[in-house]
């Protein structure tokens, strides 16, 4: 096969997915379309509509977009298979029906920002950090019926320093995804359309997989009934999107809701105090988790701008009677 005979189409949302696209057409592939989310209505009445930044960039770019409600929508199935493509690329987008993953002749594959069979889900990137792991990765795999479990055709890691929050990890990875789809596609090339996979229960641990599910607002408020390296580790995981939350509420039952985005681990042992126990000492503010204080370095109050912690507690009477939970 040559690279000329390829016809591609693209799929894929945020600006995560942009670099890939931006790479497949510097290197002068054949993308014959791209599809992409409806745009989303923003402003205070969802009265403006704004386009995904894939489909941003494929318009800049001369590229066709398609923007189907739903992807077994019969007239959108049938548009797709006019444009004859023989091999379809996807990257951060929804889940696809047999029907789009299995109608090119070379099949459809994904750029996964993890090392799998770890990590399978929406949210891999910032999971892996909230679980302090020191390495991640992308993985390269065609779809099948179950989400993110098709046969692994490339993988390459990314080390997480400890100091990282997700933003420097979500830009190393949407570099290197980029990177690594093109070398999937020279191999897809290389091998006539059917390169050589691994199937990913080959590699499932003894102990459970560690899942990336979506984010949502229960599973990213701050529990300091852990260690203040697993809070610490929360935080950055969620810096700075979405954002870790909690609530400190006083003896009156009054609630202050804020988001934390930078912490810092003190080293030192939070003597017995209850955790959420706020500490206010020499100008800082921390936080009793169950083993340590954290500092806590920069938040935003509902409703207010991200500030340090200095500038809240400038700004805040009384917080000595507050509770973090």
């Given at each position: 096969?040559?690279?000329?005979?390829?016809?591609?189409?693209?799929?894929?949302?945020?600006?995560?997915?942009?670099?890939?696209?931006?790479?497949?057409?510097?290197?002068?592939?054949?993308?014959?379309?791209?599809?992409?989310?409806?745009?989303?209505?923003?402003?205070?009445?969802?009265?403006?509509?704004?386009?995904?930044?894939?489909?941003?960039?494929?318009?800049?770019?001369?590229?066709?977009?398609?923007?189907?409600?739903?992807?077994?929508?019969?007239?959108?199935?049938?548009?797709?298979?006019?444009?004859?493509?023989?091999?379809?690329?996807?990257?951060?987008?929804?889940?696809?029906?047999?029907?789009?993953?299995?109608?090119?002749?070379?099949?459809?594959?994904?750029?996964?920002?993890?090392?799998?069979?770890?990590?399978?889900?929406?949210?891999?990137?910032?999971?892996?950090?909230?679980?302090?792991?020191?390495?991640?990765?992308?993985?390269?795999?065609?779809?099948?019926?179950?989400?993110?479990?098709g046969r692994m055709i490339e993988q390459r890691t990314f080390d997480i320093p400890d100091d990282?929050?997700?933003?420097?990890?979500?830009?190393?990875?949407?570099?290197?995804?980029?990177?690594l789809c093109l070398s999937t596609i020279g191999k897809i090339i290389a091998a006539g359309g059917?390169?050589?996979?691994?199937?990913?229960?080959?590699?499932?641990?003894?102990?459970?997989l560690k899942p990336a599910p979506k984010l949502f607002k229960d599973n990213t408020r701050v529990?300091?009934?852990?260690?203040?390296?697993?809070?610490?580790?929360?935080?950055?995981?969620?810096?700075?999107?979405?954002?870790?939350?909690?609530?400190?509420?006083?003896?009156?039952?009054?609630?202050?809701?804020?988001?934390?985005?930078?912490?810092?681990?003190?080293?030192?042992?939070?003597?017995?105090?209850?955790?959420?126990?706020?500490?206010?000492?020499?100008?800082?503010?921390?936080?009793?988790?169950?083993?340590?204080?954290?500092?806590?370095?920069?938040?935003?109050?509902?409703?207010?701008?991200?500030?340090?912690?200095?500038?809240?507690?400038?700004?805040?009477?009384?917080?000595?009677?507050?509770?973090?939970?």
């Amino acid at each position: 096969m040559r690279k000329e005979d390829l016809k591609i189409i693209f799929m894929g949302t945020p600006e995560f997915a942009v670099e890939t696209l931006k790479a497949l057409v510097d290197n002068d592939y054949h993308v014959v379309a791209v599809v992409t989310q409806p745009d989303k209505p923003v402003g205070r009445h969802g009265s403006v509509l704004q386009p995904s930044a894939v489909k941003q960039y494929a318009l800049e770019n001369g590229l066709p977009v398609l923007q189907p409600e739903k992807m077994k929508d019969p007239a959108f199935v049938e548009q797709l298979r006019g444009y004859g493509a023989n091999l379809q690329v996807v990257v951060a987008f929804r889940m696809l029906p047999e029907v789009v993953w299995a109608m090119p002749e070379y099949g459809t594959f994904n750029v996964h920002a993890a090392l799998l069979p770890q990590y399978r889900g929406a949210a891999p990137i910032n999971w892996a950090v909230i679980n302090g792991e020191t390495q991640t990765g992308v993985t390269t795999f065609f779809l099948d019926h179950d989400i993110d479990t098709g046969r692994m055709i490339e993988q390459r890691t990314f080390d997480i320093p400890d100091d990282a929050d997700v933003e420097y990890v979500y830009d190393g990875l949407m570099h290197l995804g980029a990177e690594l789809c093109l070398s999937t596609i020279g191999k897809i090339i290389a091998a006539g359309g059917h390169p050589e996979t691994v199937s990913q229960s080959d590699l499932l641990p003894t102990e459970p997989l560690k899942p990336a599910p979506k984010l949502f607002k229960d599973n990213t408020r701050v529990c300091w009934e852990q260690t203040a390296k697993q809070v610490y580790d929360f935080v950055r995981g969620l810096s700075p999107y979405p954002g870790a939350w909690t609530a400190l509420t006083d003896a009156d039952g009054k609630e202050l809701v804020l988001k934390i985005y930078s912490t810092t681990k003190t080293g030192e042992t939070a003597d017995g105090q209850q955790p959420g126990t706020l500490v206010i000492d020499r100008k800082r503010l921390c936080v009793a988790c169950a083993d340590q204080l954290l500092q806590i370095d920069s938040l935003q109050l509902a409703g207010k701008k991200r500030m340090d912690a200095q500038a809240f507690l400038n700004g805040m009477k009384g917080l000595e009677n507050y509770f973090a939970r």
